[in-house]
């Protein structure tokens, strides 16, 4: 009975999912095309707490129980790179839910075959690369550092897939050139539980979820052998607190 009652809300879920995205992307398209034109400061600060709004409502939807901490080590302005494990799908959701400022994704190319997600990642300022063609990737990672001495801030999940459940993954060094070359300060972004949400079991669980926000690394006049330490230095962080998190989660 309980199984039948989860595979019902599992189903209501996804439906809801999609249509809400299907329902929600024309407007995001109309904000992004006016901010080509004018008002742009409106229509980015709009279509930013547009997609928080409704990442929350999705994350409502699946009764998450999520805990959100280390917000205050988050730069209001400047430039800035978020650098965070992935766990799973739902990771994208809690980003953008619950990061306070504008960002873009750099996204592996097979999310460009996702409809509807595919033109959001866009609509955020996102990049697309692909991760076996080193020379796309270079040139992606190039174009993610230059928006980001522009103002923007980029996420990546420098594990280059997701984990599923099967611990830290190692870190890809190249991932850090994003946040190097723009010499921006990297805030490591600690994800645990998303996996749980959905992709474990295949149904909606409505499981707790941590995510903490790490005090801010300065890149700007590293040497090069600060460079070559650096994804060891935050990979370390990172699975300090997944190891702390897992060992308080009941």
């Not at 004018?38 to 928080?52: E, I, N, P, V, Y």
């Not at 504008?102 to 991760?131: Q, S």
């Not at 992709?199 to 052998?225: C, M, Y």
Request: hydrophobic residues 50%; glycine residues 8%; positive net charge.
């Amino acid at each position: 009975m309980k199984r039948t009652g989860s595979i019902i809300k599992t189903i209501l879920f996804f439906t809801c999912f999609w249509l809400s995205v299907f329902i929600v992307l024309p407007l995001g398209i109309v904000l992004f095309v006016v901010s080509l034109v004018s008002l742009k400061r409106l229509t980015d600060w709009l279509l930013m707490h547009f997609a928080s709004w409704w990442a929350k409502a999705v994350i409502w939807g699946t009764g998450a129980l999520v805990t959100v901490e280390g917000l205050e080590h988050i730069p209001a302005k400047g430039s800035l790179c978020f650098v965070g494990n992935h766990p799973g799908d739902f990771d994208v959701i809690l980003a953008l839910a619950y990061i306070p400022r504008r960002f873009g994704f750099i996204a592996k190319k097979e999310v460009l075959f996702l409809p509807f997600v595919n033109l959001w990642v866009l609509l955020l300022g996102g990049l697309f690369i692909d991760r076996k063609n080193i020379a796309q990737g270079k040139r992606a990672i190039e174009r993610g550092a230059q928006r980001i001495k522009k103002g923007l801030s980029m996420i990546i999940f420098p594990e280059g897939t997701r984990s599923r459940g099967q611990g830290l993954l190692p870190f890809k060094a190249g991932a850090f050139k994003l946040a190097t070359l723009a010499e921006a300060p990297i805030v490591p972004l600690v994800i645990h539980g998303s996996y749980s949400v959905w992709e474990e079991t295949g149904l909606i669980q409505s499981v707790p979820v941590h995510l903490k926000f790490l005090p801010p690394i300065e890149t700007a006049h590293l040497d090069a052998e600060a460079r070559r330490a650096l994804p060891k230095q935050v990979e370390a962080l990172i699975k300090k607190e997944l190891d702390l998190l897992a060992d308080q989660r009941p």
